[in-house]
């Protein structure tokens, strides 16, 4: 299972990671394709990638056994793996977004906002 090590960062369109599954440190490229299916809420690439590494880490972990989704120990998340994804979880998902929504309005006790160092 891969373990993200490093917070997302732009370079050029996409956004780059670093996780490990304790054997190999793995780049992690996610397409801005991907960002916006992933979270059409959200306008700049930076928060989304923030804000849902988690799940992206999952995707990307699932990618490690399709050979094509792997070059030069990068592993790519593309549009199509999110959709994917998104379509196995979609119960729990809606409840995530929604819930995102209400977070990042500043509804609740606290916003994850303030726990992103950039945007």
Known sequence: MLTQVSDPIIVGENAHFLATN???VWT??????ALRALAR????????ALLYADVLTRI???NLSKLDA???????????DVERWL??????WKARR????LVGAGVGTASR?????FH
Do not use: C, N, Y
């Open 41 to 48: 809420d959200h306008a700049m690439p930076i928060t989304s």
């Open 113 to 117: 906002q303030a726990d992103v160092p």
């Open 87 to 92: 379509g196995s979880q979609a119960t729990r």
């Open 28 to 33: 992690v490229v996610v397409t801005p394709e």
């Open 22 to 24: 304790e054997e190999f």
């Open 60 to 62: 990307a972990d699932d």
């Open 70 to 80: 792997i070059l030069d120990e990068r592993v790519w998340v593309m549009k199509a």
């Open 98 to 101: 929604a819930r995102d929504r």
